[in-house]
C-alpha cells in the first residue's frame, strides 16, 4: 500500500484529493496548520499531521512522524488580490514564502528518501493564471510561476533517480478558500487603480465562463501520480484546459 502526504489539507483541492486517494486504498498523510481530522472520514489509513510549509522546523516535525512515503503533493497556497503598488514586501515576501520557497522546502526534506529508494513523485499544484496573465494577480502569478519553471528543472535533475516531478494547474474555482484567503491579507487598493479593479470585479462577477471543481484536481492529480507518462504539465478544470490550449 502506498503513502501520499498532501499539504493544504484543510479545505477546497487539498481535502478533495486527500477523500479522493483514502476512497481508492491509499495511505494519506493530510497536513494543516491546525489539524482538524473531523472533515475527513475516519479511516485506519489516514493520518492528520500539522504543518506550516513556512516554517523550516515544522517542515522538518511533520516529515520525521510521516516517516516513508511515495508521493509529495505540494498543494498549501495562499493568496494575494492588489496592484503591486499596493502591496508591502513584507507581503509580497509572504506569498513567496508559502506559495514558492514552501513547496521547495518541502521537497528538499523529503528528497533523501526518495533519491535512496530511487523511486518518488512529487507534484507541485500552482494556478492557470500562470496560462493566462490577469491584472491584480501579478505577485500571485509570479509565485506560482516560478514553481512552474522550477518543476520544469527539477524533472530533469531528478530523472536519473526515477524521481518523477510534475505540476498540476487548477483553473478558477468557486470550492476554495482563495478570495478569503485572498482578502484577508488585502490592502486598501491605490486610487489610482480603483476603476481598474472596479472592472475586474464586475467582470468577474458577471463571468459565465467553465470553472474548476476540487474532483478535477484530485482527478488531475492522481492521473500524474499513476501515469508515468503524464506531461510535466497538466490543467485541471473546464478553464484551465481552455487556457492551455492558448499557450
Not at 136 to 148: E, F, G, P, Q
Amino acid at each position: 500500500m502506498k503513502t501520499i502526504l498532501i499539504t493544504g489539507c484543510s479545505s477546497g483541492f487539498g481535502l478533495e484529493t486527500a477523500k479522493f486517494f483514502l476512497e481508492r486504498g491509499w495511505k494519506v498523510i493530510a497536513t494543516m496548520r491546525t489539524p482538524r481530522e473531523d472533515i475527513l472520514p475516519a479511516s485506519e489509513n489516514l493520518r492528520v499531521l500539522a504543518l506550516d510549509v513556512s516554517k523550516q522546523e515544522s517542515i522538518r516535525q511533520a516529515v520525521e512522524a510521516a516517516g516513508p512515503i511515495d508521493v509529495l503533493v505540494n498543494n498549501a497556497g495562499i493568496g494575494v488580490l492588489n496592484a503591486l503598488e499596493g502591496l508591502s514586501m513584507d507581503m509580497i515576501r509572504e506569498v513567496f514564502e508559502t506559495n514558492t520557497f514552501g513547496s521547495m522546502a518541502m521537497i528538499q526534506a523529503v528528497l533523501p528518501q526518495f533519491r535512496e529508494r530511487r523511486s518518488g513523485v512529487i507534484v507541485n499544484v500552482t494556478s492557470s493564471v500562470t496560462l493566462k496573465s490577469l491584472p491584480l494577480l501579478s505577485v500571485y502569478t509570479a509565485s506560482k510561476a516560478a514553481i512552474n519553471a522550477f518543476t520544469e528543472s527539477l524533472a530533469l535533475e531528478l530523472e536519473p533517480f526515477n524521481i518523477r516531478a510534475r505540476v498540476v494547474l487548477p483553473g478558477r474555482s468557486p470550492e476554495t478558500r482563495f478570495a478569503n484567503n485572498a482578502q484577508g491579507r488585502m490592502m486598501a487598493i491605490p486610487e489610482a487603480y480603483a476603476d481598474l479593479a472596479q472592472r475586474v470585479f464586475a467582470g468577474w462577477a458577471q463571468s459565465n465562463d467553465p470553472v474548476t471543481h476540487s474532483q478535477d484536481v484530485a482527478e488531475a492529480i492522481w492521473q500524474v501520480v499513476t501515469d508515468p507518462a503524464s506531461p510535466i504539465r497538466v490543467p485541471a478544470g473546464a478553464d484551465a484546459v481552455e487556457w492551455a490550449k492558448t499557450r
